[in-house]
């Protein structure tokens, strides 16, 4: 992505972010983010029906080991038919956000304290991104250069913006084809210190995403990604669900 092209929309965003609210319609499991609420199964079978395939994808994750440990990461909002990806905010300012994203229809962000009252970000895509990827945003790799931790290319179509109009926290949205990936850019990580954990269910059988540590390296920042790669089973079952929402 060009300097200018990410300038723009960090500023596109950081205006809309100041001067917009949204109303949190068709977005319900991601105000319950963090809360270890059972947000992997909305919209499940009802009545003694049998549950689909979809129904039963377990995709509730949490960061598995470091000092994130057992931090919210991932869920499948089935009710809403998106893909949530969370990550810690590490140190800085703080703004309460709720808001549509620039670009991506049916995108949204949101930031909030969770329990544990430390500060997150979590960011809601429609699952048709996820399946088929963005063919209309400029692919790219981490800000420093280097490939993505853990997605398939190590580079995929993305938005940057900023969380809010001062602060050096900038977030980077990436969509492959079967794959998410979401970067904090933060200037509170440190050189020498790249780590990567694996991102599990709650019955630590399933491995759903990675996080990585990335450290500061020359004059980039370091940061903090997520990278939820899907399954080729995972994505047939969530294709198969889709198509039958629409025929």
Not at 63 to 84: E, M, P, Q, R, W
């Amino acid at each position: 992505m060009s300097f200018t092209k990410t300038t723009q929309i960090i500023a596109t965003l950081a205006s809309i972010l100041l001067l917009s609210a949204c109303s949190g319609g068709g977005f319900t499991s991601l105000s319950s983010a963090g809360k270890n609420s059972d947000q992997s199964t909305g919209g499940g079978s009802s009545g003694g029906t049998t549950p689909s395939a979809y129904d039963k994808l377990d995709m509730e994750g949490y960061v598995s080991g470091g000092s994130y440990d057992n931090n919210f990461a991932v869920s499948l909002d089935k009710t809403n038919n998106a893909l949530v990806v969370n990550l810690p905010i590490p140190a800085g300012p703080f703004s309460n956000l709720y808001v549509d994203i620039p670009n991506l229809k049916g995108a949204k962000i949101k930031t909030y304290y969770n329990s544990n009252n430390l500060p997150q970000v979590a960011i809601s895509v429609p699952l048709q991104y996820v399946l088929h990827g963005v063919t209309t945003l400029p692919s790219s790799k981490l800000p420093n250069g280097n490939p993505l931790p853990a997605m398939p290319s190590g580079e995929a179509p993305s938005l940057a913006f900023g969380l809010n109009q001062n602060s050096e926290n900038k977030v980077y949205l990436y969509i492959g084809v079967n794959a998410v990936g979401l970067y904090i850019e933060s200037s509170y990580i440190p050189q020498y210190i790249g780590m990567t954990f694996p991102i599990k269910n709650k019955a630590q059988t399933q491995i759903l995403g990675y996080l990585t540590i990335v450290p500061k390296s020359g004059t980039y920042n370091g940061g903090i990604f997520t990278a939820v790669p899907l399954p080729n089973d995972v994505a047939k079952i969530i294709d198969d669900h889709l198509s039958g929402l629409i025929h």
